[in-house]
């Protein structure tokens, strides 16, 4: 539940949420300090109107293009992100030496972590990834689940939600349970805050 979620993992869903507000891909990012302080967050903004770049919008990506290094050390600092990250992603990651990164969900569709442990170039720079599970993971698949399910409808092939289902079959059923009735729409449009949205996930 909501109440069992350290604030490093609440700050990363709140984001979330508000990206899938915006119609965005719903994924949240925070850097946090050696303590556990804030830094900063951000989520995916690939439809906000004001993007200039939707595609490369991301939310890893845009948290660490804001991270100001003349004041923070990026190799002491925590990335936590809702998704697993995807090739641009761990590019930034690896490039802004960041050492440690904490993720809720398995990207089984376009996640990179396996990098760390192939490539040797990523051995090299000896990145931590901390695979999180858990809550944290059903809630993540299920409102991108619900994100991939109205591509579906526009004609997608279906591809990213048949792989995030062999990943967490009940974070899909979950989604297409919510997307009949297009509850995660109407408790957006009503405000919804995230922790409540969070817990009827996982009271499902
Ligand atoms: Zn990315």
Redesign the pocket.
Known sequence: MWSDLSSQWQTVFEEAWKAFGFGSTP?GAAIFDKDGKLILSDR?RSREADTVNRE?S????NALRRMDTNKTDSRSVVLY?S?E??????G?ILMGHIKTVHYAALDAY?GMVHLTKQDPYYIGKKLTCIHEGGEGELFQLTIQSYYELRHLERGASGKVISRFYETNSKAVENAKKLYAGKILDTLSQNSTPCDEVFDIIMKM
Do not use: L, V
């Open positions: 994924i995916n490369i991301h939310a890893e990506a992100t998704m990250p995807c090739p641009m992603c761990m930034m376009c």
